[in-house]
């Protein structure tokens, strides 16, 4: 039997370890000498803006190709990509995607494998599928196209042969099919305001948020071998919750923070020790990315999320990257205007930040080299 100083001692060690644990953490000096990869970028122009920016500040880099009509061609994402990567590899990696014109039809699905292989040759590391899968393409026939259509099958299984990632952008956030004013952050207002396409609350004949969800699911579970990272945390944002739910069914999913990091501030404003607890349980499934994108400019489109003055790039990136740093990896407190509110950083123990910031990334999309 424990003697009764044993018995209190326990109970005080186990505290002070976890205050210790809690005191370990990163601070605001420490951001720019530690290792860190931003794992959702889109650096379609043929400028080192981009690249400078993270050389300073100590950043690798995984640029993804979208088959989105307000990105460049498919062809000239690739182009600046592989120039990119040529220019700076062990900064610069970028992600390929496949177009999904003529989906159904014969060829398509051997179209799709060459563009993948091509890429890969020339250093693509993932493969990245849109949301246009499940909110806007249709067959030959009139009918929607969701992710877990059987004539994926084969561009799929070669996806899993040559063992990379597919990044998978499916459905959007909650606040999509929501009304402005009920909508929980401003950045999601300003998108959907501008892109009305992609609204869905606008547009209620169009698949609900719930049906999208399920279908990336029933995909994910037809394919347990295959590394699949859900892109903007898995369009599960709203709950670490539902989130933890998604990664405890699925072993081989992952997923990224890009675009959604309000959507996080809001949850822990409202129950700051749950997020945190779901940060240090699913540290080894989490990978910090942005969102942010170089674009060629275009004044007859709308900005992108965020929001990024060509003229004035490395600026607000780097104003980006400092301010997740000092929420997840800090204790310390700033205001969050697309939420309206004061939110206190996460402060997470330095190992956690090493595998968000940097390990995850590595392990899963360069296979640890």
């Known amino acids: 039997m424990l003697s009764l ?16 644990s809690r ?5 605001e000096a420490d951001f720019a000498r530690v290792p860190k990869f931003d794992a959702h970028v889109h650096d379609n122009v043929a400028r080192t803006a981009f690249i400078d920016i993270a050389r300073k500040d100590g950043f690798e880099l995984l640029s993804i190709n979208v088959d989105y009509p307000d990105f460049p061609p498919l062809k000239l994402q690739a182009k600046a990509a592989e120039e990119h990567e040529a220019q700076d590899p062990k900064i610069f990696h970028f992600a390929t995607a496949f177009s999904m014109d003529g989906f159904g039809e014969p060829g398509w699905s051997e179209r799709a494998i060459a563009t993948i292989d091509a890429a ?5 590391v993932a493969v990245k599928v849109w949301k246009n899968i499940g909110m806007v393409v249709k067959d030959k026939d009139g009918k929607r196209v969701f992710l877990d259509d059987p004539r994926f099958d084969a561009v799929m299984a070669h996806i899993e042969k040559i063992g990379i990632p597919l990044i998978a952008h499916q459905g959007e956030p909650l606040n999509c099919w929501l009304p402005l004013d009920k909508m929980t952050t401003d950045n999601d207002r300003g998108y959907f305001r501008d892109h009305p396409q992609y609204y869905m609350y606008l547009h209620p004949e169009e698949p609900s948020y719930e049906m999208l969800m399920a279908a990336r699911d029933r995909f994910v579970a037809f394919h347990p071998k295959l590394s699949f990272v859900g892109a903007h945390m898995a369009s599960l944002e709203w709950s670490v919750d539902r989130l933890a739910v998604f990664l405890d069914r699925f072993p081989n999913a992952n997923v990224d923070l890009a675009a959604r990091m309000t959507q996080i501030q809001y949850q822990s404003n409202q129950d700051y020790e749950k997020v945190r607890a779901f940060f240090i349980k699913y540290q080894d499934r989490l990978m910090y990315g942005t969102d942010v994108a170089d674009n060629p400019p275009d004044p007859s489109k709308p900005v992108e999320n965020p929001p990024v003055n060509l003229d004035n790039l490395a600026t607000e990136v780097d ?3 400092r301010s997740d740093w000092r929420y997840l990896a800090t204790p310390q407190s700033q205001r969050v205007d697309e939420i309206k509110a004061d939110v206190k950083g996460l402060g997470l123990p330095r190992a956690v930040i090493d595998k968000i910031y940097y390990k995850n990334a590595h392990r899963i999309y360069l296979r640890g080299r």
Not at 23 to 27: M, V
Not at 120 to 124: I, P, R
Request: no cysteine; aromatic share 10%.
């Open 319 to 321: 104003h980006a990257w």
């Open 23 to 27: 005191q370990a953490t990163y601070s």
């Open 5 to 20: 100083v044993a018995a209190y001692a326990q109970p005080v060690q186990a505290q002070a370890q976890a205050q210790a």
């Open 120 to 124: 890969v040759a020339k250093g693509a």
